[in-house]
Nanobody
Framework: QVQLVESGGGLVQAGGSLRLSCAAS??????MGWFRQAPGKEREFVAR????????VYTDSVKGRFTISRDNAKNTVSLQMDSQKPEDTAVYYC????????????????WGQGTQVTVSS
């Protein structure tokens, strides 16, 4: 059974940092990513990483502030969020793809339960 378990959300002031982690189990994946969904908005792509090679892609609004990484030995993927802004407030979801994946949520096969990130101004 595939499971993705996120941790690390919380409340932070603008300019601060948080680190999200996602522990994956049940199978191996081609790519893993992070998405977020703010109240009243659609789920949006944040970042993704290939499991082999560690190639990363970010949405423009987080480039230079967020860093996605993976630990193959621990089967985890993390999202380091620095210089956070109030507009980063959202529920953040970890996602995993069996095969190639893009910025589209539909290209991911498995999802975590989500973790709340709130950035106060």
């Amino acid at each position: 059974q595939v499971q993705l378990v996120e941790s690390g959300g919380g409340l932070v002031q603008a300019g601060g940092s948080l680190r999200l982690s996602c522990a994956a189990s049940g199978r191996t994946f081609s790519r893993m990513g992070w998405f977020r969904q703010a109240p009243g908005k659609e789920r949006e792509f944040v970042a993704r990483i290939t499991w082999t090679g560690g190639i990363t892609v970010y949405t423009d609004s987080v480039k230079g502030r967020f860093t996605i990484s993976r630990d193959n030995a621990k089967n985890t993927v993390s999202l380091q969020m620095d210089s956070q802004k109030p507009e980063d407030t959202a529920v953040y979801y970890c996602a995993a793809a069996r095969y190639g994946a893009t910025a589209s949520a539909a290209s991911y096969d498995y999802w975590g339960q989500g973790t709340q990130v709130t950035v106060s101004s």
